[in-house]
């Protein structure tokens, strides 16, 4: 497979090398030895550079941490399934929603390429866990736009095989593959595929980018010491807290620990609305920092950022994706969240959405259109 694929991209490079060829040769009709001379030389870099780009993005990649589809991932197991709600306002939100989902159908289309980043909530690779941050990533090449869009935790989702439970549950069940399943299930839009790292390893991408600058309230610092505080002891640097606290109310450069600890923040303001607005600003700040770095720098970024991501994007659309990066972190970034204000009601601890408007809504951000 990894041969196959190696020479698919040599093929793709000689194809260019070929361009180049002809593109001399037309040249040269007009301009003689001298443009057949500087030809030569632009093939033998050209030539150079297959070789080199494919050693690099190969290596980009076998450093990361790549789950094949339908592979077992070891870190995640079952959690035991809860009983079902029995009650007649439970039971027509699921009639609802299993009308919805057995009748839209899944929108997608060849200029928008959908990604789930997930934050998942553990410290160590063992530990089942909830998938506490999720952000659609949503690339529109036709309109070069990114839309950044948070998905709310607390949302009630049917997840495939196991049942009604919140969206979180998802990863805790199955990994990302059972999450990018039930968010194209219950939301409609294509989405299969997904990069997921914990929060510790957030912290070492973030201190690997550089520190960003982050507006804390009064409540917010003393909200963000005591995640701080729980995360160095889970980490075995409790010792290091004192040197990381948030003084108080303020602006701060905030490495790694500080900036996850922000992120995290629920008790202060509107709860996990509020929190998600968090998570895309250091996640907007991230991106700004690295739009102003070098081809070196950002060299240097991936080496570090790779081993800490979980995903399931094969080799060859990460060859594509690598290769857009030059004009992806120029795009117009959009940032939302599901559900939409007014399109939802909260029922008990769930956040029940009005799937239908939902949808076309979600249809016309993320694609420009609906059916």
Known sequence: ??????????????????????????????????????????????????????????????????????????????????????????????????RYRTTENVMTEENVYNILLVGVDRTATTEDANSDSMILLSINYENKRVTMMSLMRDTYVHIPGVGYRKLNAAYANGGGELLTATVTENFKIQTDRYMAVSFKDMIHIIDAVGTISLNFSEEEAENANTTMLHMCQNMGMEDQYEQYKIPGAGTYQCNGLQAVAYARIRKVGNADYERTERQREVLTKLIRRIRLMKVSEIDRLANQLLPHVTHNIPENEFWALLGKVPSLINYEVVKSRLPYDGLFYSSREYLVPDWEATYLRLQEELYGKND
Do not use: W
Request: aromatic residues 8%; proline residues 2%.
């Open 1 to 98: 497979m990894r041969e196959g694929l190696k020479k698919k991209i040599l093929g793709i490079l000689a194809g260019i090398r070929e361009d180049f060829l002809n593109h001399i040769c037309r040249a040269s009709e007009q301009k003689g030895k001298a443009a057949i001379s500087a030809g030569v030389v632009i093939l033998m870099f050209v030539g150079l550079g297959a070789a080199f780009l494919y050693g690099k993005g190969h290596n980009y990649f076998e450093q990361s941490n790549y789950v094949e589809a339908g592979a077992t991932q070891t870190e995640v197991t079952s959690v035991p399934e809860q009983k079902e709600p029995e009650d007649e306002e439970m039971l027509q939100i699921q009639e609802n929603l299993d």
